[in-house]
Nanobody, 126 residues
Framework: QVQLVESGGGLVQPGGSLRLTCAAERFMLDYYAIGWFRQAPGKEREGVAC?????????GYAASVKGRFTISRDKAKNTVYLQMNNLIPEEPALYYCSPDPNVLGWGCRGRSQYYWGQGTQVTVSS
């Protein structure tokens, strides 16, 4: 059974950093364009960043995080990371990783699938 597991979230002070990890079981992330998504209570899920697959490491970022967040892969570990720096105060949100087809509209390329994990919560608060 395909599983996506997000981890690394937590409570962080404004200006702090977190690194989120997306791990996959029985699923090869390398072939897929992978996106990180964020969803706060009562709001629609929004794209944060993406990285292309199949050898093309082109990335894309939401304007609100560009310059602060970095998405990357570790092919050997079959993982995708989201390094979040200079975090700003905002409502808590769940962060998901997914090869959802929406990432193909963010400037990333690769295979896509409607796979989702449980998310990891990020709270930036003083």
């Amino acid at each position: 059974q395909v599983q996506l597991v997000e981890s690394g979230g937590g409570l962080v002070q404004p200006g702090g950093s977190l690194r989120l990890t997306c791990a996959a079981e029985r699923f090869m992330l390398d072939y897929y364009a992978i996106g990180w998504f964020r969803q706060a209570p009562g709001k629609e899920r929004e794209g944060v960043a993406c990285v292309s697959g199949s050898g093309d490491n082109t990335t894309g970022y939401a304007a609100s995080v560009k310059g602060r967040f970095t998405i990357s892969r570790d092919k050997a570990k079959n993982t995708v990371y989201l390094q979040m720096n200079n975090l700003i105060p905002e409502e808590p949100a769940l962060y998901y990783c997914s090869p959802d087809p929406n990432v193909l509209g963010w400037g990333c390329r690769g295979r896509s699938q409607y796979y989702w994990g449980q998310g990891t919560q990020v709270t930036v608060s003083s």
